[in-house]
Structures are given as structure tokens and as C-alpha cells.
């Protein structure tokens, strides 16, 4: 009578193949998941004070419609005066420094114009902003 054996399958796990999916699924759900800011801010409370903070200005705002009319703080003024205006508005409010808002039509000599100004004001920041808030 013959005898047959059963071979026995080997039951190793190889547990490299294994891990290599656990940080791929891992990586995968850090990357594609986002954090929701709202969330986040609605989570946070804040404790009370009894000062109330002003947002203080910090710069003198001018806008640039698409036709090169130029307004200082939202009164329109004309492009020969607002050297000298802006100069005295800068003065009375202790500011050194510009915010320009200006459309996305405005012809570039405009914007020439006020970086000319602002160096012979010496105005030491000039910033541009694509949006008021």
C-alpha cells in the first residue's frame, strides 16, 4: 500500500506587501482629505474681554476705475490734485503707506503714474489688492 502525504501549505504571511498598502491607504486619506476652516473656527471659543478692539487703519486707500478716474477714500478726486491731497490726507492720519485697488481694465500708465507719485511722496509701501474687503 502506498502512503501519500499531504503537503502542507505554508501559512507565513509576508507582511511587507501588507504595510506597503496601510501607508499607501494612509498617505492617500492625508492628501485627500481637507480641513474645514468654519469647522475648525466654530470649534474654537474665544474667552471675553472687556476692551474692545478697533481695527485701526493702517493704510491710505485709493481705488482706480477702468476709465482712470482715481478716488481717495471713496471721494473722487482728480489726478493733478492728488499729489498734494494725498500728501496732506497722509499727513493728518500719521500713514506712510498705500493700498491701491484698481480695475483690471485700467491702462498701465495709470499705474505708472501712482508708483511715480508714491516715490516722490516717499511713500515706503505701495500695495495693489485685486479685491476690497
Do not use: C
Not at 5 to 16: D, F, R, V
Not at 72 to 91: A, F, G, R
Amino acid at each position: 500500500m502506498r502512503k501519500y502525504t499531504i503537503k502542507k501549505a505554508s501559512l507565513e504571511i509576508n507582511l511587507a506587501p501588507l504595510i506597503d498598502v496601510v501607508f499607501l491607504l494612509l498617505i492617500f486619506f492625508m492628501v485627500a482629505s481637507t480641513l474645514n476652516l468654519n469647522e475648525v473656527r466654530a470649534t474654537i471659543r474665544l474667552p471675553g474681554t472687556d476692551t474692545i478692539e478697533g481695527k485701526e487703519r493702517t493704510a491710505v486707500i485709493l481705488y482706480v476705475n477702468k476709465n482712470g478716474q482715481i478716488f481717495l477714500e471713496n471721494e473722487e478726486t482728480q489726478w493733478d490734485d492728488i499729489p498734494k491731497v494725498l500728501q496732506d490726507y497722509m499727513h493728518q492720519n500719521e500713514l506712510n503707506r498705500v493700498t491701491v485697488y484698481a480695475d483690471k481694465e485700467v491702462d498701465f500708465q495709470h499705474i505708472v503714474n501712482l508708483l511715480d507719485l508714491a516715490n516722490q511722496l516717499n511713500i515706503n509701501q505701495m500695495q495693489f489688492s485685486l479685491h476690497h474687503q
